[in-house]
Each structure stands twice: as C-alpha cells, then as structure tokens.
C-alpha cells in the first residue's frame, strides 16, 4: 500500500511538472514570442489598433456616393480610383521624406493632416466637397502605410522583425474586427460622426506616437562605391527586392479577390443569402488571423522567409482552386481558413524580408517601392477578373487565379533556392 502511495505522490509530481512546464511555454506558444519585443512596438501595435480601427470612412466611401450623393457606380468608380491614386502617390512621397527628416516626425504630420481633412468632412453639407477633401485626406492615409513599416524595422533587431511584423499584423487586424461594426452604425445614424470618429482615433495614435515612440533622426546616406546613389537604382542593385516586387505584385493581384471576387461568387451561388455569408466567411477570415498569426509566427520563425512566402501562395492556390467549384458553406469556411493561413504567412514574412535587404538609410523609400508595386495588383485585379469572368465565369475566374498563386510558389521557392549565390549590397 505504501508503494502504490509514493507511485500516485510521484505521478502527481511529476504531471505537476508538466503542467508548470506548459504554464511557463503558454504565452510563448500563443503569442509566437511577441512579449519580448521592446516597449515601443508595442505602442506602435496599439497605434495600428486605433488607425484601423478608427478608420470609419474609407470603407464606407462608396456607400457614401452611391447612397447618399446617388451617384452612379460608374461615378463612384472613378472617384474610388482617384482615392486610391492620392494614397499611392503619398506611399511614394512618405517614403524619401521620413528617410530625410525622421520617421517619428513625419508619421505624426500625417496623423494631423489625415486628422485634420477628415473632421473637416463632419463639418461640410453633404455634397461633392466631402469626396473632394477626402481624396485629399488619402494622401496623408496612404502615406502611414510604408512610414510604419519602416519603423518596425527601426524598432525591432534584426531576430525579432518577423515578430514585430507578426504584432503590427494583429494590430492591423484587431483594428478592422472592430472598426467597420462600429462605421456600419455610424454611417445610417450618425453620419458627420463617422468622421468626426476618425478624427479622434487619430487623436488617440498621436498621443502614443508622442509619449511612447522614440523620436529618430535622419540616418547619413552612405555612398555605394565611391558614389551617391539614388533609391531606385539602389532598390534595382538588389536582386532580392526586385525579385520579392515583380511577385508581390501578382500575389496582391491574386488576393484582391477576397474581396472583389469572393463577393460575386457567394452572389452567384447563394442569391439574397450572398451578403450575409460574404460577411460571415470576412469576420471568419480575421478570427483565423487573429488566433494563427503568433502561432504560425512561431512555428516558421526557422524557415527563410521565400520559402515561408511559397509555403503562403500554396495555401492561396488551395483555398482559390476550392472555388472553382461550387461549394456550400462548411466547405466554403474550409476554403476561407486556408487561404487566410496562407495570408498569415505571407504577411508576417513579407516585411522582415524587405528589411533584410534594406539599408538603414533607404527602409522608407525601399518600403515605398514595395508597397506602390503591391497596389498596383490591387488597382488592375478588379478590371483584369471583371474581364475573365464575362469569358468564363466566376468559377473559371477561380481557377485561373489559383493558377497565378502557383506560379506565385514556384518564383518564391525557386528564389529561395538561387538567393546564396547573391550577395546583398551594403
């Protein structure tokens, strides 16, 4: 009886043990190793909340001129399209200009001009001026975009970036489960508040920019071989950011389907029941991304970001090729978790590859270049999947775009193998 007590006191320890063990590796199970990041990053995960999730408006911009101006979809397309041309060409300008006067410095002036054109809205009659000064406000909007991502560079050593790009991943996400709920609301209620509310989410990131961000200065140009170079032809000088664009280009053009795409596919194939599930397969595609980015994070950190990149559009060209069938909605939730795995590991590998090949004094302008590249699949991949479908079909149109991710894997995978016998300037 005595031994059969010390072998329950010694089995109880020793699964007491275990327990403590898995209390103790928990966090860095979930978060992927995110709590070791510095203070910093964190406020700047906090300031991505509050952007995305304050962004009340832009979504919302043609519902705005359809619904209450009652222009035509035509009309409201090229206004959209003059919107998302000002954010690129602030992308581009962002860029060389919080390299030359300090990233800190010019993401707040941007806080303050988006801040400031975007009130301005929740004061003016609804009329044509409001779409005016917002497509204004979308220069400042577009220009936060590669400014933050070089500051994630700045914040987090070279071994922690893809867990710094994995926490500005979950702060980008956390923001849009929140923000176009509560933009719904706004807009058929309480409209000037849909701007107001932006302006003062704006508020809120600058104050955290201010207190908790640590202000930058300009990092000196250092010459490439006895000259100066210029940012695009040192951009060019890299095979593996050029390389990382022209497919990055591709794959966004691929993924802009999500929203384009996927929307006249459950039309298509579940009638009046088509926006409710496109809204529930959208908030099923943040949840998987909320709760896989710091575990996927983890369980990759080893692997070389193309491989890891190649591992993602594998998944897009799953989940994509799914839909080139008609699927009801378990299989369709199935389609929605691969390809948002897939999202995760492109994303959070992305950036931290960028910055590998970056020099200190170029991260804004190189971040410019890739995001400009990236945007320009998004602008042509509503055109170029409107045309396909009218050849043959929405289904066809799926498949097809599958096509474009596998080719995507095999580029990613194959730079992956030829990247050694590279060497990167410095």
Known sequence: MGHNHQQVIRNVVGYARWILKLLRWLPRLLLG??????????????IQVIIRGG????????????????????????????????GILGTMAAG?????????????????????????????????????????????????????????????????????YSLSYLGIN??????????????????????????????????????????DHPVPVRPSRGRAEGALGAFLARPALVAY???????????????????LYTSEFFGARGAPVFGLLMSFNAATVLVLTPLLTLLTRRFTGPLVMGF????????????????DLGPLLLSTLIWSSGEVLLFINSGAYIAEHTPEHLRGRFQSICEVMSSAGRILS?????????????????????????????????????????????
């Open 312 to 327: 993602g559009t594998a998944l897009y060209s799953v989940g994509f090729g799914m839909m080139a069938f008609r699927l």
């Open 55 to 86: 962004d009340f408006v832009f979504p919302f911009l043609t519902l705005f001129l359809t619904r209450k101006l009652g222009l035509s979809g035509v009309v409201a397309g090229w206004w959209v399209m003059t919107s998302v041309m000002s």
């Open 245 to 263: 664009s022209l497919i990055s280009l591709f794959v966004s053009f691929a993924y802009a389907q999500t929203g384009f795409g996927l929307t």
């Open 382 to 426: 509503p055109v170029v999947f409107g045309a396909v479908i009218a050849g043959i079909g929405v289904r066809g149109a799926w498949l097809a775009t599958a096509m474009v991710t596998l080719a995507c894997t095999a580029a990613f995978h194959a730079w992956d193998a030829r990247e050694i016998s590279y060497s990167v300037p410095k």
């Open 33 to 46: 190793g995110l709590p070791l990041l510095p203070r910093p990053m964190w406020a700047l995960f906090l």
């Open 174 to 215: 956390l923001g849009l489960a929140v923000g176009p709920m509560l933009a719904g609301f706004l807009f058929e209620r309480h409209l000037p508040w849909t701007f107001f509310g932006y302006s003062l989410a704006m508020v809120g990131a600058l104050a955290i920019l201010v207190r908790m961000v640590p202000a």
């Open 96 to 164: 060389k200009v919080s390299d030359q006067l300090g990233r800190r410095q010019v993401l707040g002036g941007c806080m303050v001009g988006a801040c400031l054109l975007t009130g301005l809205c929740g004061l003016l009659p609804v009329s044509l001026a409001i779409p005016q000064v917002l497509v204004a406000a979308s220069f400042f909007q577009g220009s936060m975009r590669p400014i933050i991502a070089a500051l994630v560079m700045d914040l987090c050593p070279a071994g922690q970036r893809r867990e710094g």
